[in-house]
């Protein structure tokens, strides 16, 4: 199974009932992309969104799938008595366990905006990890960028995780190194072919990126462009935005 691009919110759903998918596939990862990932990935989430370290805050995951990272979420904000509030389709959410401090709200994200009003401005940690690509082609992405700011308290930080950059991706594969990788994990002598001038429909590239960053910034906040760690399977060609509200 491979890294799916081309689905949306209602193909999740369908994945989400499918039992013959493990929880990893349901989400869209071949579970070597995250079954042993996970445990680092979520260390390199705390290392950003430094709030989830605090007590009794207010965190918001924005499409937190079905596998083992909202499970960690869950538990660290049962062990720091926050508040975690879950945004996803109903097939998804069904599969996380009901505890208490947490909301499952199902719906769109950010077309369910009226059953946010009552958390405008009170969010201290947002987090949508490798979400924002469906968002990006299915909802307005200034929607989603002005809700989440609106939505995050004084002090609050959003991480927009794991995000694929078409333009990292082309910088990679046209290196040395990522030719060596292509060909390592291919088990090919074939060079991959890139074209920096290509027309990217519907892919994150740096000008989205720093769109955002540059929206965000107009908008009163902080954000930052910021690499994911090393170790992490798609660090090659994926990064993170990290906006905090002053
Ligand atoms: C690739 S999975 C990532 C899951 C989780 N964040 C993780 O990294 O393990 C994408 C998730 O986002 C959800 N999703 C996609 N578009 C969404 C939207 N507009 N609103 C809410 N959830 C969405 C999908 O249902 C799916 O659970």
């Known amino acids: 199974m491979a890294v799916f691009d081309d689905i949306g919110y209602d193909d999740f759903r ?21 079954e042993a990932h996970e ?10 969104l430094t709030r989830l370290a ?28 926050h508040s975690l509030v879950l945004i996803d389709s109903p097939e998804m959410l069904a599969h996380l366990p009901d505890a208490s401090g947490v909301t499952k709200l199902p719906g769109f994200y950010p077309n369910c905006d009226e059953a946010l009003q009552p958390w405008i401005g009170r969010f201290d940690a947002i987090l949508c990890y490798s979400v924002f690509q469906y968002i990006f082609v299915e909802a307005s992405f200034w929607k989603f960028l002005d809700l989440s700011i609106q939505l995050l308290a004084p002090g609050g930080q959003m991480l927009i995780g794991d995000i694929p950059n078409v333009s990292k991706r082309k910088r990679f594969f046209a290196s040395d190194t990522g030719v060596k990788f ?32 540059m929206r965000a910034r107009a908008q009163g906040c902080d954000a930052y462009w910021l690499p994911q760690g090393e170790a992490l399977p798609m660090a090659n060609r994926r990064e993170d935005v990290l906006i905090v509200k002053p």
Not at 15 to 30: Q, V, W
Not at 40 to 48: V, Y
Not at 182 to 201: C, I, K, L, S, Y
């Open 14 to 34: 369908r994945m989400a009932t499918d039992d013959s998918l493990s929880a990893h596939e349901k989400i869209g990862f071949p579970d070597a992309y995250r």
């Open 39 to 48: 445990a680092a990935i979520f260390a390199d989430i705390q290392s950003k």
């Open 54 to 81: 605090d007590r009794s805050r207010n965190v918001l995951d924005i499409g937190p799938g079905c596998a083992g990272l909202p499970r960690l979420l869950i538990d660290l904000c049962r062990q720091q008595d």
């Open 182 to 213: 292509h060909q390592n994990f291919m088990q090919t002598t074939e060079v991959p072919q890139v074209d920096f001038r290509a027309v990217e429909t519907n892919k994150i590239d740096d000008a989205a990126i720093l769109g955002v960053i």
